[in-house]
Nanobody
Framework: QVQLVESGGGLVQPGGSLRLSCAAS????????MGWYRQVPGKQRELVAR???????NYADSVKGRFTFSRDHAKNTIYLQMNSLKPEDTAVYYC?????????WGKGTLVTVSS
């Protein structure tokens, strides 16, 4: 069983930056895929960025060139660097890790982009 805890959310002005972190309670080295999703109340959860064990990383079109996914296996932590934030990026952000066909989710961290 792996527990995921996100941090780093908050209030930021348009054009600003935030870095989200997701700390895992155990090793996530043998993952199938891992990434970040976001959800706005009343809407479906959507993919933001996802990386596969083979090394490729996909980004939602809306965040390409602005967001960067990274991971540190030694720290069992994944990150999402978010630059040039826009009001439409406002959402609860969730990290996800898939291992042994089991999807693990964190409880989310709120990002609010507003002046």
């Amino acid at each position: 069983q792996v527990q995921l805890v996100e941090s780093g959310g908050g209030l930021v002005q348009p054009g600003g930056s935030l870095r989200l972190s997701c700390a895992a309670s155990g090793s996530i080295f043998r993952f199938n895929h891992m990434g970040w999703y976001r959800q706005v109340p009343g809407k479906q959860r959507e993919l933001v960025a996802r990386t596969f064990s083979g090394g490729s990383t996909n980004y939602a079109d809306s965040v390409k060139g602005r967001f960067t996914f990274s991971r540190d296996h030694a720290k069992n932590t994944i990150y999402l660097q978010m630059n040039s934030l826009k009001p439409e990026d406002t959402a609860v952000y969730y990290c996800n890790v898939n291992m042994n066909s089991i999807n693990y989710w964190g409880k989310g961290t709120l990002v609010t982009v507003s002046s």
